[in-house]
């Protein structure tokens, strides 16, 4: 399996933005949901938001009106655009397809986001 590239995330204030970037093989990719996922210090990874091979996207409530996720599929490239950023998103961030869990997809690195207050 060859795992999904995340890049992106860095040190940034409170109420400001970052663009996280995640490149995945075509078996990953094509024709399925793409999620991006968090992981909190001394948390478990939760999802973030997933979007559909469509364009329909689903947000965690705690994200809504702040985070976007979009994807190219000439590129089989997923995003996530995140404003307004607040202490509580510090973590690294993950992108998969969103059938993850039941499918043992190998995971990346993941990229850091720390927030600052």
């Known amino acids: 399996q060859v795992p999904p590239v995340e890049s992106g995330g860095g040190l940034v204030q409170a109420g400001g933005s970052l663009r996280l970037s995640c490149v995945a093989s075509?078996?990953?990719?094509?024709?399925?949901?793409m999620a991006w996922y968090r992981q909190a210090p001394g948390k478990q990874r939760a999802l973030v938001g997933r979007?559909?091979?469509?364009?329909?996207?689903y947000y965690v409530d705690s994200v809504k009106g702040r985070f976007t996720i979009s994807r190219d599929n000439a590129k089989n490239t997923v995003y996530l655009q995140m404003n307004n950023l607040k202490p509580e998103d510090t973590g690294v961030y993950y992108c998969?397809?969103?059938?993850?869990?039941?499918?043992?997809?190998?995971w990346g690195q993941g990229t850091q986001v720390t927030v600052s207050s």
């Open positions: 979007i559909s091979s469509g364009g329909s996207t």
């Open positions: 075509e078996n990953t990719f094509v024709n399925n949901n």
């Open positions: 998969n397809a969103d059938d993850v869990w039941a499918t043992g997809r190998a």
